[in-house]
C-alpha cells in the first residue's frame, strides 16, 4: 500500500538496526530514500541492493551517500547533492547515533565531545540543512530518534543521555520554528531494542529489560513503526512518542 506521495525520506544511519528498518517501511509506503551512513561504498552497496527489494513506487530509488552526520560542511554537501540527484525532499529521519559509556568520574572529555557531536549536533546539521528544502516545497517531515535515556538519566550515560535529552529540547524547538511552514517535527524515544548497539547487553544482564511490562526488549520494526506513524501524520508535531514496552511509566 503506498502510503506516501512522491519524494524522498533522507535516513541517517540507514543501514542497519533501527535505521534500516524504517529505511524498509518507508521505501514499502512508496517513498524514495537516501541513505547517510559512514560505511566503505562497497559494503553499504551490497545492503542497498537489498533494499531495493522494498520499493513498492514505480520511479522510486533508494541510494546511499556517505557522510558523517556531525561534520557541518559535510552534512550541507551531502543534502545538496541529495536535493540535485533525487526526487524533491520531504522527510528526514536523524536516526544516526553512538555510544561510549562510562561514569562521569572515568568519562573523559573525548568521550563526551564525541557522543554529543554525532547524537546531538548531527541532527541540528541535516534539519539546517534540510529545512531550506522543506521550506521551497512547503512540506517536511522530521523525526528524530531520542531515547528513554534522554527523558530518566541513565548511569554510565552522562554524555548519550544529556544528547538524547538536547534531542528533545531541538524537537520541540524546530516543531515551533516551522509550525507555520507545514513542516512537523516529533521525537521517538525507544526503550531497550535489540540492535548491534546493544548486542554485548543480553535481555537477561541488562536490569532494565527485566522491568520491561510488554516481557520483551523491542525490536527495530516496532520502531519503524512508529517513525511510519509520525511521518504520514500532518497533525502531531512537537511530540516525543515513547517506544519502549511500557518501561517508562
Ligand atoms: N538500540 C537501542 O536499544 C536504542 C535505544 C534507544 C535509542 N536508540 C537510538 O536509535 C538510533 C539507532 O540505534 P541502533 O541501535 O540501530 O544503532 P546501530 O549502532 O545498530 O546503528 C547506528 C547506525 O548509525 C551509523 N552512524 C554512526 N555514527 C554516524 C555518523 N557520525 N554519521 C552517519 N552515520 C553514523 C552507524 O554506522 C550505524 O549504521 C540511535 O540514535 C540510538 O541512539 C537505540
Same mark, same amino acid.
Given at each position: 500500500?503506498?502510503?506516501?506521495?512522491?519524494?524522498?525520506?533522507?535516513?541517517?544511519?540507514?543501514?542497519?538496526?533501527?535505521?534500516?528498518?524504517?529505511?524498509?517501511?518507508? +521505501?514499502?509506503?512508496?517513498?524514495?530514500?537516501?541513505?547517510?551512513?559512514?560505511?566503505?561504498?562497497?559494503?553499504?552497496?551490497?545492503?542497498?541492493? *537489498? =533494499?531495493?527489494?522494498?520499493?513498492?513506487?514505480?520511479?522510486?530509488?533508494?541510494?546511499?551517500?556517505? %557522510?558523517?552526520?556531525?561534520?557541518?560542511?559535510?552534512? !550541507?554537501?551531502?543534502?545538496? *547533492?541529495?536535493?540535485?540527484?533525487?526526487?524533491?525532499?520531504?522527510?528526514?529521519? #536523524?536516526? +544516526?547515533?553512538?555510544?561510549?559509556?562510562?561514569?562521569?568520574? $572515568?568519562?573523559?572529555?573525548? *568521550? =563526551?565531545?564525541?557522543?554529543?557531536?554525532?547524537?546531538? !549536533?548531527?541532527?541540528?546539521?541535516?534539519?539546517?540543512? %534540510?529545512?531550506?528544502? =522543506?521550506? !521551497?516545497?512547503?512540506?517536511?517531515?522530521?523525526? #528524530?530518534?531520542?531515547?528513554?535515556?534522554? /527523558?530518566?538519566?541513565?548511569?554510565?550515560?552522562?554524555?548519550?543521555?544529556?544528547?538524547?535529552?538536547?534531542?528533545?529540547? /531541538?524537537? !520541540?524547538?524546530?516543531?515551533?520554528?516551522?509550525?507555520?511552514? #507545514?513542516? $512537523? %517535527?516529533?521525537?521517538?524515544?525507544? @526503550?531497550?531494542? *535489540?540492535?548491534?548497539?546493544?548486542?554485548?547487553?543480553?535481555?537477561?544482564? #541488562?536490569?532494565?529489560?527485566?522491568?520491561?511490562? /510488554?516481557?520483551?526488549?523491542? $525490536?527495530?520494526?516496532?520502531?519503524?513503526? +512508529?517513525?511510519?506513524?509520525?511521518?504520514?501524520?500532518?497533525?502531531? $508535531?512537537?511530540?516525543?512518542?515513547?517506544?519502549?514496552?511500557?518501561? @517508562?511509566?
Amino acid at each position: 500500500m503506498i502510503r506516501y506521495e512522491e519524494g524522498t525520506a533522507i535516513v541517517t544511519g540507514g543501514l542497519r538496526g533501527i535505521g534500516a528498518a524504517i529505511v524498509r517501511l518507508l +521505501a514499502a509506503g512508496g517513498s524514495s530514500v537516501a541513505i547517510i551512513d559512514m560505511a566503505e561504498e562497497d559494503k553499504a552497496q551490497e545492503t542497498v541492493k *537489498q =533494499f531495493r527489494a522494498e520499493l513498492t513506487r514505480p520511479g522510486s530509488e533508494i541510494r546511499y551517500y556517505r %557522510c558523517d552526520v556531525s561534520d557541518f560542511e559535510a552534512s !550541507k554537501a551531502v543534502v545538496a *547533492q541529495i536535493s540535485k540527484e533525487m526526487e524533491k525532499l520531504t522527510m528526514l529521519v #536523524n536516526n +544516526a547515533g553512538i555510544t561510549r559509556d562510562g561514569l562521569i568520574l $572515568t568519562m573523559s572529555e573525548q *568521550q =563526551f565531545d564525541d557522543v554529543i557531536s554525532v547524537n546531538l !549536533k548531527g541532527a541540528f546539521n541535516m534539519i539546517k540543512h %534540510c529545512s531550506r528544502q =522543506f521550506m !521551497k516545497n512547503k512540506f517536511g517531515r522530521i523525526v #528524530n530518534i531520542s531515547s528513554v535515556s534522554g /527523558l530518566s538519566g541513565n548511569a554510565g550515560q552522562a554524555n548519550y543521555s544529556a544528547s538524547k535529552a538536547g534531542l528533545v529540547g /531541538l524537537t !520541540k524547538t524546530v516543531a515551533r520554528e516551522f509550525a507555520s511552514k #507545514n513542516i $512537523t %517535527c516529533n521525537a521517538i524515544a525507544p @526503550g531497550f531494542i *535489540q540492535t548491534d548497539m546493544t548486542k554485548d547487553i543480553s535481555a537477561e544482564n #541488562n536490569p532494565l529489560a527485566s522491568q520491561i511490562p /510488554l516481557g520483551r526488549p523491542g $525490536t527495530p520494526d516496532d520502531i519503524a513503526k +512508529a517513525a511510519d506513524f509520525l511521518l504520514s501524520s500532518g497533525y502531531i $508535531t512537537g511530540v516525543v512518542l515513547r517506544v519502549d514496552g511500557g518501561l @517508562g511509566m
